[in-house]
């Protein structure tokens, strides 16, 4: 599996802000090994968040659930699962809305 060493983070990882309780899921690590991931703080692992629990969205949320957000430069790709009045950075660049993909057809 795939992780950057420096901070121990691999797909699947819950991270959370202490401060606003923004989570995300690590979707793609991508080439962030040296950057730290803030929002208000820095974000810390969690435990897993159930995938069918819907959270309110605060009138002055920065990030929507089920929304996936890049950083360009590094690939770090994440999906927001509770929304938060933070944003989220990495290596002080905030992370952008991922443009949509569309889904792969593979071989059944």
Known sequence: MKTDAPHRRE??????CPQCDLAVVVV???DATNET??????????RPMRCWRVYPQPSDAAMVAGALYTDEPSGLTVRCTRPGVGALRLASRRLSPATPQPLRRTAV
């Open 37 to 46: 991931m803030t929002c208000h703080t820095m974000m810390k692992p969690a």
């Open 11 to 16: 797909a699947g990882m819950t991270l959370v």
């Open 28 to 30: 793609d690590v991508g």
